[in-house]
């Protein structure tokens, strides 16, 4: 018995490793993004999932631009990327950002909706 709830404490834990590596809630006043990846963050190319939400339900048809940015370091200029955010689903929506170098970056991001005002989150991660 001992060892079948073992195996079923491991099972749970595998079904809980495909939840985001990288996750982060972002609340505005207007709305609450969430930001996430399936896989850490990594210098390089990421693909990033928004999820966009406005009284609880899904944002759609939002205009979304994701902007990452790193101040100007001692013998290092200030770096910047921006990319646009395609809907997958309703609210729900992806990217794809490229960390040049490990450290610090701002992340802005620009919604747009179809309807009511445009607004910005900001957020920052380690890499
Ligand atoms: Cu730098």
Redesign the pocket.
Known sequence: MRLLSTLLALGLTFSLSNAAAFEQEIRSTLAIVKISSKKPLVVGNNVVVLEISKDAKPSSGDEVTIKTF?PA?PG?PY?ENKEAAKELSPGKYETIINFS?S?TWQIHIYVTPKEGKKYRVKTSVNI
């Open positions: 790193m370091m290092m770096m170098m450290g």
